[in-house]
């Protein structure tokens, strides 16, 4: 019985440490200082028309719920620089990170994605859209 349970407990432990998150959240705090690095590329998984409305200054756009979301940001961002990641309250960034960080990308979730980033008084752009710029593709 004593063996039985310490192997249930081993097993445990090793599946919970392969599936640890493979990427940081942070506060909109921390993201404005990573972000403040002029080598971190900040990437909003928002829809377009999202991304629009508003988002935060020099932010990449590519829709994290595009099929094809995976192969454009391979094709466009470097593995060599860290992806801060945000969406509008941070679980489709959250799912963005983990699905770059598989491929390799250093990436830092903004927890509350914009909402908490906005709340939080830190400064966004507004603009009308203009269809294929600032898209990422």
Known sequence: MKRLFIF???TLGLTTACCQQKFENTDPEGFALLIADTTTIVLDVRTVEEYYDAHI?????????QD?????AKATL????????YCRSGRRSANA???????GYKCVNLYGGILAWIESGKP???EEERFGE???Y
Not at 68 to 72: A, C, D, H, L, M
Request: proline share 3%; hydrophobic share 55%.
């Open 8 to 10: 249930l407990i081993a």
């Open 57 to 65: 200054a020099k932010a990449i756009n590519i829709d994290v719920q």
């Open 68 to 72: 094809n979301f995976v192969k454009k």
């Open 78 to 85: 470097p593995k060599n620089n860290v992806i801060a990641v």
């Open 97 to 103: 990170a983990e699905l770059l960080a598989k491929k």
């Open 124 to 126: 966004v752009v507004q």
């Open 134 to 136: 600032n898209l990422g």
